[in-house]
């Protein structure tokens, strides 16, 4: 009964599950701009004055902070960067609906973005857990 109850409770057991989600879901958006480009980004940025140049760190918050947020290496610095991408995602593809609700869904128009940037916020906070690569340090 002891185990059963401890599993149950198991906060390392649910940042694994938190860092497989999302960073793996966020993978697949990471692989998609590392194969076909950043032009899309790029013209947006270039639309707001700013050099195209920076839509690469998109592959940076998507891929390279995802594989390492599912690996659980310096999570807690993967999940700033990944969380700042997410933010940025945010600002510049949903600042004219940051007050907007889907009338097909009813849901907040850009909900899975913040559901993102607050799952890596979370990560920031906790750390990766007891299943990482690097745990215990300030940076795990």
Not at 85 to 106: K, N, W, Y
Request: charged fraction near 10%; aromatic fraction near 8%.
């Amino acid at each position: 009964m002891k185990i059963e109850k401890d599993f149950l409770r198991n906060n390392d057991l649910g940042l694994l599950l938190l860092r497989l989600t999302i960073g793996g879901l966020m993978l697949f958006h990471g692989i998609h701009k590392a194969v076909h480009g950043v032009s899309f980004i790029e013209g947006m940025l270039e639309g707001m004055g700013l050099p195209g140049w920076i839509a690469y760190g998109a592959i940076l918050g998507e891929l390279v902070s995802s594989l390492l947020i599912i690996a659980g290496a310096w999570t807690r610095v993967a999940a700033v960067i990944f969380s700042g991408t997410m933010l940025v995602a945010i600002l510049m593809a949903h600042s004219t609906q940051l007050c907007s609700i889907d009338p097909m869904t009813g849901g907040w128009v850009p909900e899975l973005p913040a559901l993102y940037l607050m799952g890596g916020v979370v990560l920031f906070f906790t750390g990766g857990g007891r299943y990482a690569l690097t745990t215990g340090s300030v940076t795990d």
